[in-house]
């Protein structure tokens, strides 16, 4: 089989939503309609949460305000809103894994089935939510624990290699973390996150699929990856600019108090802009999460694991009727 791009899966993604367009509009509305109200509203809560001013909730001054806290260091006047935003970002990290998990779990399930034709139940999308959670968030435990592991030993590296410089006699005019090495961290993070992304792009898909976890769905992820590494890519690449873009475009209108005490008469234009964007959002994630599932599949046809898929799911629609039992079993082919 010929390697399926990006818009093949997009095609084949789009096929079988609309197929079955109120079964995943439930599900969009019961778990990514909450995933994308939080990711766009967070910093209104969190401000609400630490009593902030929430005229600096704009993202230059969050950022210069970050930075100038890191530099005076924790102090007892700081100490308070410190931790209230650990409490905050603890809660909501917890919210969102709870629904990424929930959200991965249904619409695996629906495309999986819509995909071989079988039925596509909103009950039984729901039941599978309890066997795969477990699952999934052991997969998360132990990728998160390999990026974490991974960031640490190259801490450890630089600090090691600065060491060496400094016993070597090379004098810093500077604080070693200047510009060019934020900049250098920064290019490293980013890299490092897109092989990530390509190579485990469908590691939670074999989690609810396959029933395995931990690394063993990373290792298969990575395997059943190659020869098409750069769909995921331009897959990750597409739904994360989108989903950059829309969050950047509702950054003015996030506080809907403020924008009412300071414009009521153009208040029902923001309260539009917000709706429209958060149903973008929404169809946006719909498609991330679907088109995952498609490359799953179409990575298996890839390496010939779909043709036995195929034989084992329709194994049981041959139906032995009383007048043919003394004769010869045909042999189907499937292609």
């Known amino acids: 089989m010929a390697p399926v791009g990006f818009f093949g899966v997009l095609d084949e993604t789009r096929r079988i939503i609309h197929a079955h367009s109120r079964h995943f509009l439930g599900l969009s509305v ?82 999986n089935n819509g995909f071989f034709g079988r039925p596509v139940k909103f009950l039984d999308a729901i039941a599978s939510i309890p066997s795969s959670s477990w699952r999934l968030f052991l997969t998360i435990l132990s990728m998160n624990a390999i990026i974490m592991g991974s960031f640490l030993l190259i801490g450890v590296a630089l600090a090691l290699v600065l060491q060496a410089f400094s016993a070597l006699g090379f004098q810093f005019s500077s604080p070693p973390i200047t510009a060019p090495f934020i900049i250098a961290f920064s290019v490293m993070a980013v890299l490092g996150g897109l092989y990530v992304q390509v190579n485990w792009a469908v590691a939670f898909v074999i989690a609810v699929v396959e029933g395995s976890w931990g690394i063993e769905p990373l290792r298969r992820s990575a395997y059943l990856m190659k020869g098409m590494r750069t769909v995921p890519l331009f897959l990750t690449l597409f739904f994360s600019l989108g989903g950059l873009v829309l969050w950047w475009v ?51 046809a890839l390496h010939n694991e779909l043709a036995s898929a195929i034989v084992k799911e329709f194994s049981q629609e041959y139906m032995s009727l009383p007048f043919d039992e003394h004769k010869v079993p045909h042999v189907v082919t499937v292609v």
């Open 30 to 111: 019961l778990f990514l309609l909450p995933i994308s109200f939080l990711s766009v509203a967070s910093p209104t809560f969190k401000s609400s949460f630490i009593d902030e001013n929430p005229n600096d909730n704009q993202p230059h001054q969050r950022v210069e305000e970050l930075l100038r806290r890191g530099a005076e260091g924790f102090s007892p006047g700081n100490g308070g809103i410190l931790i209230k935003s650990v409490v905050f970002y603890l809660v909501y990290t917890a919210l969102l894994m709870v629904l990424n998990i929930c959200a991965t779990s249904t619409i695996v399930c629906s495309i």
């Open 250 to 300: 509702s950054v003015d209108w996030l506080d809907l108090q403020s924008n009412f005490s300071k414009d009521p008469w153009n208040f029902p234009h923001k309260i539009a802009m917000s709706v429209l964007v958060l149903a973008s959002m929404t169809v946006l994630l719909l498609y991330g999460f679907g088109s995952i599932a498609v490359l799953y599949l179409y990575s298996k």
